[in-house]
């Protein structure tokens, strides 16, 4: 059985490296743009004149060229420009809307009549549940805590050399 003194260096080793992966993974999920949210109706706008601008080969500023979306997001596209339009399968008449339900994790390329390059690109991955959060963790924390736990004594050494 270990001393309580090396217990405790072990505990307060394993806590800080746990507590840096803890730091090290969220600021990660954050800068990727990880979303933790559950899947929603996401609402996609066609402006009036959307088909004049892509004629011209000009980007319609409120629509994005490429979407990112969680697995079970539906995507309604809100066609207010006078002509139809169409993105991958659906046709969207002028001035009505369609629905496709993103069922498959990946990245697509669609056909679409609203983009001046003719294709959106969209993403859909998995959310991001607490379980996934406490695997990167662990996953960093535990091999974190056990190298502070080895290279403690070693630099209190060298410290007093």
């Known amino acids: 059985m270990l001393p309580s003194k090396a217990l405790r260096h072990i505990a307060r080793?394993?806590?800080?490296?746990?507590?840096?992966?803890?730091?090290?993974?969220?600021?990660?999920?954050?800068?990727?743009?990880?979303?933790?949210?559950?899947?929603?109706?996401?609402?996609?706008?066609?402006?009036?004149?959307?088909?004049?601008?892509?004629?011209?080969?000009?980007?319609?500023?409120?629509?994005?060229?490429?979407?990112?979306?969680?697995?079970?997001?539906?995507?309604?596209?809100?066609?207010?420009?006078?002509?139809?339009?169409?993105?991958?399968?659906?046709?969207?008449?002028?001035?009505r809307e369609a629905r496709l339900s993103l069922t498959t994790t990946g990245a697509f390329s669609s056909n679409c009549s609203f983009?001046?390059?003719s294709t959106l690109n969209m993403e859909v991955r998995e959310p991001l549940t607490l379980w996934m959060r406490l695997q990167g963790v662990l996953m960093s924390g535990i091999p974190l805590g056990i190298l502070f736990a080895l290279y403690a004594p070693v630099l209190q050494l060298l410290r007093k050399a």
């Not at 011209?56 to 629509?63: I, K, V």
């Open 13 to 95: 080793a394993m806590f800080l490296g746990l507590l840096l992966g803890l730091v090290i993974n969220e600021i990660t999920f954050f800068f990727l743009g990880e979303s933790s949210r559950g899947p929603q109706v996401v609402e996609l706008v066609i402006p009036p004149g959307t088909s004049e601008m892509i004629k011209r080969g000009e980007q319609p500023p409120s629509l994005p060229a490429a979407m990112s979306f969680v697995l079970g997001d539906v995507l309604l596209i809100r066609n207010e420009d006078h002509v139809d339009h169409q993105l991958g399968p659906l046709w969207i008449p002028a001035q």
């Open 115 to 117: 983009q001046p390059n």
